[in-house]
Each structure stands twice: as structure tokens, then as C-alpha cells.
Nanobody
Framework: HVQLVESGGRVVQPGESLNLSCAAS????????MKWSRQAPGKELEWVAT????????YYPPRLEGRFTISRDNAKNTLYLQMNSLKTEDTAVYYC???????WGQGTQVTVS
């Protein structure tokens, strides 16, 4: 069955970096575009980054571009999110998801404090 398992979330201080991973299984990972989204306490789900199936094209909302980098290793069926210069407002549960078929992981908590 389809699984997306995020990892790497933890408590960090402002200004630090963090790299999240998302291990995929149960579907042909290298044929799916993928994305990261996040949800802060009391707020709506927010799109963070998107990458195409080959990993050649990425998209970010303007307010995050330059600090966050999405990437993937199709040989390892893994999606990544490198986050730099973290701010307290980056505190949220981070989810990976597929663009097609709408598969979602369970999320990983990132706390910047």
C-alpha cells in the first residue's frame, strides 16, 4: 500500500537549519510530482514547495524562496526539504504529498524556538 513517511522534524533555534526527509513506497515515485506543505497551530494548510517527477523543476511561494530547497532522490524514493535560517514562524507540522493521486504523509513536527 502507499506510504509517505516524513522524518527529521525537531526543536531548533532561530537561524538554524534543518533537513526533512519523506520516504515513499507503494507507488512509482519517479513518475509523481511531489510537494511539501505545512500547518502551523491554528492556521490553514500552507504550500511550501513543489518539485516535478524528474527533479528538474521546483516551485516555491515568494516568501520562502531562497530559504527552503526541495529536492528528491528517485533512486532512493525519497523527497527532501532543506530549510535554512529558520524563523519562529516556520514552526508547523510539515507534510509531504504527491501532486497526482493526492497521497499524504502523517507529518513531522518542526519547532523553532
Amino acid at each position: 500500500h502507499v506510504q509517505l513517511v516524513e522524518s527529521g522534524g525537531r526543536v531548533v533555534q532561530p537561524g538554524e537549519s534543518l533537513n526533512l526527509s519523506c520516504a515513499a513506497s507503494g507507488f512509482v515515485f519517479n513518475t509523481y510530482g511531489m510537494k511539501w506543505s505545512r500547518q502551523a497551530p491554528g492556521k490553514e494548510l500552507e504550500w511550501v514547495a513543489t518539485i516535478d517527477a524528474r527533479g528538474s523543476t521546483t516551485y516555491y511561494p515568494p516568501r520562502l524562496e531562497g530559504r527552503f530547497t526541495i529536492s528528491r532522490d528517485n533512486a532512493k524514493n525519497t523527497l527532501y526539504l532543506q530549510m535554512n535560517s529558520l524563523k519562529t514562524e516556520d514552526t508547523a507540522v510539515y507534510y509531504c504529498a504527491s501532486l497526482e493521486a493526492n497521497y499524504w504523509g502523517q507529518g513531522t513536527q518542526v519547532t523553532v524556538s
